[in-house]
């Protein structure tokens, strides 16, 4: 018996509202169910002429996909039994192999990383965004930390944080190493009171895309966060991109019914 695809016949596109290839379109949803684990490791997939009939695309496409998910090491194809999904290793047995949370709690918490310093500039032009963020004036100067960090070898996250230049004295070049950059500024007696935070998918632009080892346009989760003091003044600005295949995001809820309009809560 077979793993079964999304059921019902589904059309994927092939006009302008996409630049994709079918046959990518079809790679990308076949990856997303593996690494879902739709399918289970000891069943075949679908075969070539169910999943071309579920997608309503030709063979071709259909062995064209295969081709790319086999290249991958994402399927293992046995002769004269079928095409299976290639077994987790003993690192991606739990979430997928994803890192899940804020990444500053995890490392406290003991996850081993390394972060490869890329850039560090103590007089750096202010982008806007950052300026806003941080109450700058448009023409302020900021000290600009880019780092690439790493888990298990694998490119995790790529960072910039922005920092007001009063914070001179409290970080710098020879001060960098695996923390987070909070938790050297803590240590230099910086306290962060609270901060605000947003999330949002956008593509990997050409730069992203060659530190992050991932193709150019491929989907990202951006972090940007905002850290204030205990005067409520802002002091620190970052930007995350993390790579989904290695990272996703898990909070914790609880639903207030203290109202006529009940809400859910973050706690955590």
Do not use: C
């Not at 790529?158 to 803590?186: F, G, N």
């Not at 205990?230 to 639903?255: C, I």
């Amino acid at each position: 018996m077979t793993a079964t695809a999304e059921t019902g016949r589904r059309r994927l596109r092939s006009d302008a509202t996409t630049s994709l290839p079918v046959y990518h379109q079809l790679y990308t949803i076949l990856r997303q169910q593996i690494k879902d684990r739709v399918f289970a490791t000891d069943r075949p997939l679908p075969p070539e002429m169910q999943l071309a009939s579920t997608y309503d695309v030709s063979r071709v496409t259909v062995r064209r996909a295969l081709e790319l998910l086999e290249r991958e090491g994402l399927i293992m194809r046995r002769q004269g039994v079928g095409t299976f999904a290639a077994p987790e290793g003993e690192d991606e047995t739990a979430g997928g192999g994803r890192v899940s949370g804020l990444v500053e709690n995890l490392i406290t918490l003991g996850l081993e990383t390394t972060a490869r310093l890329l850039a560090f500039d103590a007089d750096a032009p202010t982008p806007g965004v950052v300026a806003s963020a941080l109450n700058l004036p448009a023409d302020a100067r900021t000290i600009r930390i880019e780092r690439l960090r790493l888990y298990k070898g694998k490119p995790l996250s790529l960072t910039q944080v922005y920092l007001p230049q009063h914070l001179r004295t409290h970080i710098s070049e020879a001060m960098l190493d695996d923390r987070p950059v909070m938790r050297i500024l803590e240590v230099g007696g910086i306290r962060a009171q609270r901060a605000e935070q947003t999330m949002s998918a956008v593509p990997a632009d050409d730069d992203a895309a060659s530190k992050l080892n991932v193709n150019i346009g491929a989907p990202m989760i951006r972090l940007r966060r905002t850290v204030f003091d205990e005067h409520g003044l802002p002091f620190e600005h970052q930007q995350g991109l993390y790579n989904p295949d290695q990272y996703e995001y898990h909070m914790l809820l609880t639903r207030d019914n203290s109202s006529a309009r009940p809400q859910w809560r973050h706690i955590g």
